[in-house]
Each structure stands twice: as structure tokens, then as C-alpha cells.
């Protein structure tokens, strides 16, 4: 099992950026790829971008894909979501999400970040 925990949302104004850290524990980090997704009230749960074991391959929603960027550090046990050129619609509930490689769906989750674009 792992436990994940956000930070760093906050509110901003359109254009502008932020970066979100998940901090992991338990577990093996190195064996989980990672993702972000993001909740609006009334609204599904949606897919932002994941990222595998090593770091080597990302993937990103099209409604992101130019303006976000998905890394990791696996020396600290962090996942970081960068957000840049953000949009009224970006805003929602942010959570980190885990998954082994042999699962196909994400199982594990984080409590999540609010992020608030004005415009």
C-alpha cells in the first residue's frame, strides 16, 4: 500500500502558473506509475496526465496536453504536476493517483488540492 498526500493548489489568475507536489509513503515508489486527475463539483472524475515507473513516458489529457507537465523524483518520493497558461476550467479538486504495474485501473489516492483560476 502507499498514502499520498497534495499540496501546492491554491487560487490564481488566468495565465498564470502553479506546481503541484504529491509526497508518497509505503510502499515501493519506484514500482507505482503515477497520475494527476481532477474533480469539479457536479462534474466526473477526469484524467490530467500519468507518468511511468522511471519517469520515460508520459501521457496527457487533451484539454492540458502544451500547458502541463507531469514529472517525477523518485529519490524523494514525489510527483509533481506543473501548470502553466491556466484557465477558468482548470479549476477543480487535483488528486494524485497510484497504480502497480500489473493493475489497470489507479487504487490508490491522495485526499486532493483545490485549484481556483479567476478570471
Known amino acids: 500500500q502507499v498514502q499520498l498526500v497534495e499540496s501546492g493548489g491554491g487560487l490564481v489568475q488566468a495565465g498564470g502558473s502553479l506546481r503541484l507536489t504529491c509526497a508518497a509513503s509505503g510502499g515501493t515508489f519506484s514500482s507505482y506509475g503515477m497520475a494527476w486527475f481532477r474533480q469539479a463539483p457536479g462534474k466526473e472524475r477526469e484524467f490530467v496526465a500519468s507518468?511511468?515507473?522511471?519517469?520515460?513516458?508520459?501521457d496527457y489529457a487533451d484539454s492540458v496536453k502544451g500547458r502541463f507537465t507531469i514529472s517525477r523524483d523518485n529519490a524523494k518520493n514525489t510527483v509533481y504536476l506543473q501548470m502553466n497558461s491556466l484557465k477558468p476550467e482548470d479549476t477543480a479538486v487535483y488528486y494524485c493517483a497510484a497504480k502497480t504495474i500489473i493493475a489497470v485501473t489507479y487504487v490508490y489516492w491522495g485526499q486532493g488540492t483545490q485549484v481556483t483560476v479567476s478570471s
Open positions: 507518468i511511468s515507473r522511471r519517469g520515460g513516458t508520459t
